[in-house]
C-alpha cells in the first residue's frame, strides 16, 4: 500500500491514507464529473496521491487507455487533473447504448456483450465483482480515490442491485457528499426529496451537501441554506458559483446553441446531431474556436449553408445513416458538396461515405447490409473485435502532425484507400477523394493537434486560421474549477472525510 502523505492545513496535519469518498448527484449532469476533477486537483496540488473512480458509466463518449481499454472520458479528464494516464481501473463498467433498450456491455476496458436492460439487470453481481476488484487495485497504489456516481441514488426502479451509487458506497463503506444544480431550478427540493427516498443507513453515510452552479447575490441564498441544514441535520459544504466560458468536455449531454466566437471571417461548421453520435467531444476544439461559427442540426432541423460538414461518429452507424437520410439530410449533403463545401466522416461518419455497411453478425443490432452516402469507392464490414488505440501519424494537408485515438469495430476496403487521409507511422488510415472535397478517417481527436486543425481549417476555407492550444485551454479549465472547489467549499472538513 502506498505510504500516507501528510497535508497541512489550518490546526494539525492530516494523515492521508487510501480513503475514498464518492461524490453523488440529485440528478445527472449536476455537476458530479466537474466537482470531482476539481477535487483531484486541489489533492494533487497538495501532493497526495489520489485517483479517480466511476464504477458504472453510461455514455458513448470514450477514451483509450495506455493498457488499451475503452473508459468514459470524463474519468479521462479526472486522471489529467490527477496527473495520471487513464486506465481501465478507474472506470471499470462502461455501458455504451445502441439502442433505447440495449448497450454494449464493457468490462476493464472490454467489450464482453450486448445486453438489454432486464438482462443487464442479472449480470449485475459479476459487473460488481469487476467494480469491486478495480477498487482493491487502487486502494493498494494510491492515498485518495475520489469516485462519481452515475445519474441519482434516488431512482427508485434502479435500487435493486445497484452498483454505481449508494450499493457501491455501502459496499466499501465509503462517506458521500450530495450535489445539486441550482441553475437549472428546484435545489432544495432535489436535496430534500433526493435525502428522503435514501434508506436510512444511506443517509447517514451523506456527508454533506454541495449547491452547483449558483449565480446571483449569496446573502440571499443563505436563509435556504440555514432552513436545509436544520431540515435535513446535514451541513451545507460549499455553494460554488456558475463559471462562464468554463470549459471540461461534457459526459454526453450535446450543446443546444449554436457557437459563433468571432467578430471576423468565420468558417462556418455543421455536425448533424444523430441519435447515437458518439465521441462528440471531437468537436470541443471547433466550439472554443475564435474563427469557427458551429453548431450541430438537430432532428427536423434543415441544414443550412455551411463551408463544413462533419459526420460524427456512431454506435449504431446502419441506424443513424437510416435516420440521417430520414430527415432529408444526404440530399442536403449532396447539394452542399455540388456547390464546392468540404466535408469530413469520422468513424462511423467516415463508414458512411462509402458505397455499403455489412453487419452479418448483428455487431450493432440486426444483422444485414445498407446502401452507404456513395461518395467514396469502399465498403466496411463490422467486427466483433474492436480497434482501441492511441496514435500519432501526419496528416496528409500539409504533412503536418496529428495525433488521436481509434475505437472501431469495422474494417474498411475499397479503391478509396489507395489515397489515405492520415498516415500512422507507415499504416494508412481513411481515404481522400479525386477531387479533395472529402475526407474519411477514424480518428477521433482530430481538431485536438493544433497544426491539424489549423491545416483542415484551411483547406476547408478560413485564410489565416489561429487555432489556440486545446490541451492548454482544459487544463486552464480543471485549473478554473479547482480554483473554485478550493475558495468556496469547506474543505477541512473535506479533508477530514479522506483522513487515513
Known sequence: MAAPRFCFGQGEPLILAAKTLMIQGTTSDAGKSTLVAGLCRVLQRRGIKVVPFKPQNMALNSAVTLDGGEIGRAQAVQAQA???????????????????????????????????????????????????ASHERLKQQYDVILVEGAGSPAEINLREGDIANMGFAEAVDCPVILIADINRGGVFAHLVGTLALLSESEQARVAGMVINRFRGDIDLLTPGI????????????????????????????????????????????????????????????????????????????????????????????????????????????????RYGGKLIGICGGYQMLGDAIHDPRGIEGASGSSDG????????????????????????????????????????????????????????????????????????????????????????????????????????????????????????????????
Open 82 to 132: 490527477c496527473g495520471l494516464e487513464p486506465h481501465t481501473d478507474m472506470n471499470p463498467v462502461l455501458l455504451k447504448p445502441n439502442s433505447d433498450k440495449g448497450s454494449q456491455i464493457i468490462i476493464h476496458g472490454t467489450a464482453v456483450a450486448e445486453m438489454e436492460a432486464a438482462a443487464y439487470h442479472d449480470f449485475k453481481p459479476r459487473a460488481m465483482e469487476a467494480v469491486l
Open 226 to 337: 440555514d432552513w436545509l441544514d436544520g431540515h435535513t441535520r446535514k451541513p451545507t459544504l460549499g455553494v460554488l458559483p456558475y463559471l462562464h466560458g468554463l470549459h471540461i468536455e461534457a459526459e454526453d449531454a450535446l450543446s443546444h446553441e449554436g457557437v459563433s466566437n468571432a467578430a471576423g471571417p468565420v468558417l462556418r461548421v455543421v455536425v448533424p446531431a444523430m441519435p447515437r453520435i458518439s465521441n462528440h467531444t471531437d468537436f470541443d476544439p471547433l466550439r472554443l474556436h475564435e474563427q469557427v461559427d458551429f453548431r450541430f442540426v438537430r432532428a427536423g432541423q434543415a441544414i443550412p449553408a455551411a463551408d463544413l460538414i462533419i459526420l460524427p461518429g456512431s454506435k449504431s452507424v446502419r441506424a443513424d445513416l437510416a435516420w440521417l437520410r430520414e430527415q432529408g439530410w444526404a440530399e442536403a449533403i449532396d447539394r452542399h458538396l
Open 373 to 500: 452516402l456513395g461518395l467514396l469507392a469502399m465498403s466496411t464490414t463490422l467486427a466483433a473485435q474492436k480497434q482501441l488505440r492511441n496514435v500519432e501519424g501526419r496528416l496528409w494537408l500539409a504533412e503536418v502532425p496529428v495525433s488521436g485515438y481509434e475505437i472501431h469495430a469495422g474494417v474498411t476496403c475499397g479503391a478509396a484507400l489507395a489515397r489515405p487521409a492520415v498516415n500512422l507511422g507507415g499504416r494508412p488510415d481513411g481515404a481522400v477523394s479525386d477531387d479533395q472535397q472529402i475526407v474519411g478517417t477514424y480518428l477521433h481527436g482530430l481538431f485536438e493537434s493544433r497544426q491539424a486543425c489549423d491545416a483542415l481549417l484551411q483547406w476547408a476555407g478560413l485564410s489565416a486560421p489561429r487555432t489556440r492550444d486545446y490541451h492548454a485551454l482544459r487544463e486552464a479549465g480543471i485549473d478554473r474549477v479547482a480554483d473554485a472547489v478550493a475558495a468556496h467549499l469547506d474543505m477541512k472538513t473535506i479533508l477530514k472525510l479522506v483522513e487515513g
